[in-house]
């Protein structure tokens, strides 16, 4: 494992990407409404992307065909924007990503169709959470394991899974750079979080089982016994003091 420490200068180009993660996250998400079809929300997002002089990161990566990786209910990542149209009270995560001058933003929300059961809300707050703690726990000196542990002190306790197959990762010139960064582990453990390093982190939260299969497109990932899914991600640089947030989605989550 080989982690590159970032330096002032490239986390303030990790912050320009990230800041057209957020802008992008928080105009598609207005889009989340019934009757709209998750190609269009894609289209808007690569528009807005390339506007301000990025690539959309996703497209084209090992193949990936679309800016945005859109995953409805029992989807879990990588869904493919397709003619499905939204409807009342769905889940959508939407992950993007957004490389400018060679560096890289990444982030995720999950966002409520219309009106959700309170089941599903529970479930939406609960794994924005977790990655809040995960956040909160995100300083020099820490373990990647005290992470995990945080995002499960908070999951656990409303029996819901954990997905474990896929996890949060460094970030920098690359989408997915060193170290791993699992949703599960034990305090102390891991590698020790240093000064400079820029992770994201993305908590992966099942209403059931945390198993999962991969569909027949070779890239959409749903839950193996059809049980809703709900994706939070934000990029930080670990920093002495407060850590710095890189892919912001609006003011009022920052941690």
Avoid at 188 to 216: D, F, H, R, Y
């Amino acid at each position: 494992m080989t982690v590159t420490t970032k330096s002032a200068a490239e986390i303030r180009k990790l912050r320009r990407a990230g800041a057209i993660v957020g802008d992008t996250l928080r105009m598609v998400r207005q889009f989340a409404q019934p009757g709209v079809k998750l190609k269009d929300i894609d289209r808007a997002a690569e528009a807005l992307i390339r506007s301000r002089g990025a690539h959309p990161t996703f497209k084209g990566y090992h193949g990936f065909p679309a800016a945005l990786c859109l995953s409805v209910n029992d989807q879990v990542v990588h869904g493919i924007p397709s003619d499905r149209a939204l409807v009342e009270g769905d889940i959508l995560s939407i992950d993007c990503g957004a490389t400018l001058d060679g560096y890289v933003g990444d982030s995720a929300i999950t966002v409520a169709v219309g009106e959700v059961s309170s089941k599903l809300q529970t479930l939406l707050r609960t794994t924005r959470a977790s990655l809040m703690a995960a956040i909160e726990s995100a300083r020099p000196g820490a373990t990647i394991g005290d992470l995990g542990a945080a995002v499960e002190a908070v999951v656990s306790p409303h029996g819901y899974g954990i997905v474990r197959e896929y996890c949060g990762h460094g970030i920098g010139t690359a989408l997915h750079e060193d170290p791993q960064v699992p949703n599960f582990g034990n305090k102390g453990t891991g590698p020790v979080i240093q000064s400079g390093w820029c992770l994201a982190i993305e908590p992966i939260v099942t209403m059931g089982s945390n198993e999962v299969v991969t569909k027949s497109d070779g890239w959409t990932v749903v839950t193996r016994d059809g049980g809703a899914a709900a994706h939070f991600e934000l990029a930080i640089a670990v920093v002495d003091g407060d850590n710095i947030v890189l892919t912001r989605t609006s003011d009022d989550e920052l941690p």
